[in-house]
């Protein structure tokens, strides 16, 4: 089967973002603003206004509480975020940072990568990884997000040094700052975000599916680091900028958390707000007001799919 109308789709998964308070002091989306994201969505969700519309584009907040009491986590989070199976309520509680042994066989079987390749979709996960991760995987050590884990299990091969290099994979940084400084890649030159943008949009338009990580944002919730957390969100909105420079044409990007955290950073915790939740692009229609919880995002993808490759 083929994608019968050449669309293009661009999941951006933003660890730990929720829709939070109004509040500059509290809540980086407010004290920097974010342009691009504006531009895009309409405005800046808050627990005031907590759903937008700009044109076809919109936002919505997706519950991650899943029915279950406490704070969401991240294992059984993106598990339900990249399978539609709520991981929590199946295991009686939210777990994380990473996928909890029981739920590992349904992060196999349902994970979106798969599901999406046996539609017949080409799927590729951008983040491009150092030397350093593929010796800690070899080590037999599996302490592995849900993205990287879901890639592993169905056979996608993972972006490396190679990949960044020649443009097919970006950095988790966005800007490829920690190669250059902290990694020993002292020859990767860093990148500006919009650059970075650029790059990530020439990718997404290679593959039906795409799907780029962006784990700060947890970092600098779980940090209270009100300075860090305004620099991850800028970068996140420069890449917005190059993604969207010119337009998107048949370009869908969605946008979805496993959980809140940075949009509050009076706690160091996780928090109980809704997930942000955005789409914008050619079949933006196809997901408004269908996504009230995190297990609904990939469900509404791959009926989306099964539509595109009929």
Known sequence: MTNSGGSRF?????????????????????????PNFQRIFGGLPSKERPTLRNGGAFIQPSDALMGVEG??????????????????????????????????????EKNIFRVLREIGADVWFANAFPRQFFEYVESGRRRLSATTMSCMMTGIPLCNESSLRNGD?????????????????????????????????????????????YFLTDKA?????KPLAEIVLRNFDE?????????????TVLISSDHGNVEDLSVKTHTLNPSLTAVAGTHAAFFEGKLDSICDITPRIVELFRGMFR
Do not use: C
């Not at 661009?10 to 974010?34: A, H, K, M, T, Y």
């Not at 909890?100 to 992060?107: A, G, N």
């Not at 890449?239 to 370009?251: M, R």
């Open 221 to 225: 919730g779980h940090d209270m680091n």
């Open 10 to 34: 661009l999941f951006l998964f933003l660890d730990g973002v929720g829709i939070g308070e109004r509040d500059p002091e509290i809540n980086p989306f407010f004290s920097i603003g974010l």
């Open 169 to 213: 994979g970006i950095s988790a940084d966005i800007t490829a700052e920690r190669w250059h400084t902290e990694l020993g890649y002292a020859d990767v030159e860093p990148v500006s975000a919009f650059e970075a943008g650029r790059r990530l949009r020439k990718i997404a338009d290679k593959h039906d599916f795409t799907m780029f990580e």
């Open 71 to 108: 704070f969401p986590q991240s294992g059984t989070g993106q598990t339900a975020l990249f399978t539609g199976v709520n991981a929590s309520k199946l295991i009686g509680m939210h777990f994380g940072p990473y996928p909890h042994s029981q739920i590992r066989p349904v992060l196999e």
């Open 239 to 251: 890449l917005l900028g190059g993604i969207s420079e010119g337009g998107l044409g048949t370009l």
